[in-house]
């Protein structure tokens, strides 16, 4: 948060700077043109970042919904995976393979699957992960015999409620000036690795709707 409090004195400290400078020339000088080319620069780039913050400021939590929709998805993978290979040498019965395969292959779908892009609900994946991986604990338990079998059926109905969270709906990006957010189609923008979404990287951020400014202004430069 301190780097982007920084960055923004920065830009507001240039468009002061560049501003003084102005002010002390005559706007039939060449120079003034030029000086003013730079001030509306400076305030475009201030702008410009301000669009970005939305997408600067969530980008660690983004790397966390990643990592964990990731190693969740994985570990129920391998969870219900490895049950139902327990069923080879008779450990267990065979028609809970009818249950364990498809949490197996749900894993792989989920640790596979594109995570939503800063600024949008990639946290609902996030939680809808850990709930499909606690889903696939309490099914697991029940094939070990520890619980009745009606935590199987829970533990599908709860698993299915997960899957919603994680491949349901589109994305919505948030925190554009107009307050009322972007829809853009779901795994439209992400590539499913860990970004790093640095100054450059976001300039393409969506979010904006302001209009710019630019030099010389509509009707002309002052005379």
Known sequence: MEEHIA?????????????????????????????????FDAANALLEYEDRLPV???????????????????????????LALSAVPGWITVWWTLLLVPLAVLGVAVALTRVRPPASPHREQRTGACIVAGATLVVGVTVLGLLPRW???????????????????PV???????GDGIT??????????IPVVTDAAARSWPGSRRRRATWPPEGGAPR
């Open 7 to 39: 960055r923004l004195d920065t830009l507001r400290s240039r468009i002061r700077e560049e501003h003084a400078r102005l002010d002390g020339l005559d706007p039939r000088d060449r120079e003034y043109e030029v000086v003013a080319r730079r001030v």
């Open 56 to 82: 600067l400021l969530d980008e660690p939590r983004h790397r966390l919904s990643v990592i964990l929709v990731r190693s969740t998805g994985a570990a129920t993978a391998v969870v219900a995976g490895g």
């Open 151 to 169: 935590g199987a059926a829970a533990g599908v109905a709860v698993a299915l409620a997960g899957m919603s969270l994680i491949f349901g709906g």
């Open 172 to 178: 919505r990006v948030l925190g554009s000036p107009s």
């Open 184 to 193: 853009l189609p779901r795994d439209d923008t992400d590539t499913g690795e």
